[in-house]
């Protein structure tokens, strides 16, 4: 079975810096999805960044983007010009590319506070 | 395009009682999941539909949880009875992706908070 740990419960940094959340996960797979969700205080979870195994290229979306490490097993989000609507807690997730069951597996989160 | 609706967004029960969620999926979408998400945790997959079949129940606690997915739009969680440890925040999430089909986004809806006393 597969699995995702993320070592920080908490980060922080001063709005406008950059900030790295840490991600790791475990699978025997070869091809498969990650993903970066953020989750803010109204608990509705938002998809920040998506990145596919096969891709060697890391993702990037504005603000956003990952440092993907395949053979390290490795997934970690930076965040530039940190800004205070960034402040949540993240979640790193893993979905399997293959087969009928597209669950999404979730580590324990990143709670990310943006100090002015 | 309307998100995923869920309803109630709190609610608070005695041990040993009934509850139930409700899910209204975004429009069009096949696929629905539930995820469970306890104080401090990531969300855990309960159960994930397609259309009104079940494709994955493996996590569900049956003897206590039930879900339906009638016509394949709207679906309902039931917890009966209720434990302690039941206490979470209930997800819902949407998704346009079939079994095995190329990837497609999911969607989540604004959960449902749950307190057991």
């Known amino acids: 079975a597969q699995t995702v740990t993320q070592s920080q419960p908490e980060m922080s940094v001063q709005e406008a810096e950059t900030v790295t959340l840490s991600c790791t996960y475990d699978?025997?797979?070869?091809?498969?999805?990650l993903f970066w969700y953020k989750q803010p205080p109204s608990r509705q979870m938002i998809l920040v960044i998506r990145?596919?195994?096969?891709?060697?290229q890391n993702a990037t979306e504005n603000r956003f983007s990952v440092n993907f490490q395949k053979a390290a097993k490795s997934f970690s989000l930076k965040i530039s010009d940190s800004q205070l609507g960034d402040a949540a807690m993240y979640f790193c997730?893993?979905?399997?590319?293959?087969?009928?069951?597209?669950?999404?597996?979730f580590g324990q989160g990143t709670r990310l506070t943006i100090n002015p | 395009e309307a998100g995923v609706a869920q309803s109630p967004r709190y609610k608070i029960i005695e041990k040993r009682q009934s509850v139930a969620f409700w899910c209204n999926p975004i429009?069009?979408?096949?696929?629905l999941y539930w995820y469970q998400q306890i104080l401090g945790q990531g969300p855990k997959l309960l159960i994930q539909?397609?259309?009104?079949?079940?494709?994955?129940d493996s996590q569900l606690p049956k003897d206590r949880f039930s879900a339906e997915r009638l016509k394949g739009v709207d679906s309902t969680l039931k917890i009966q009875p209720a434990k302690l440890e039941d206490s979470a925040v209930y997800l819902c999430?949407?998704?346009?992706?079939?079994?095995?089909?190329?990837?497609?986004?999911?969607?989540f809806g604004p959960g449902t908070r749950l307190t057991v006393l």
């Open positions: 999430a949407s998704s346009s992706e079939l079994a095995g089909g190329p990837y497609n986004e999911q969607f």
């Open positions: 699978t025997s797979e070869s091809d498969y999805y």
């Open positions: 990145q596919e195994a096969y891709k060697q």
């Open positions: 997730a893993y979905r399997s590319f293959y087969g009928g069951a597209q669950k999404l597996v």
């Open positions: 429009s069009g979408h096949a696929t």
């Open positions: 539909f397609q259309n009104n079949g079940v494709v994955d």
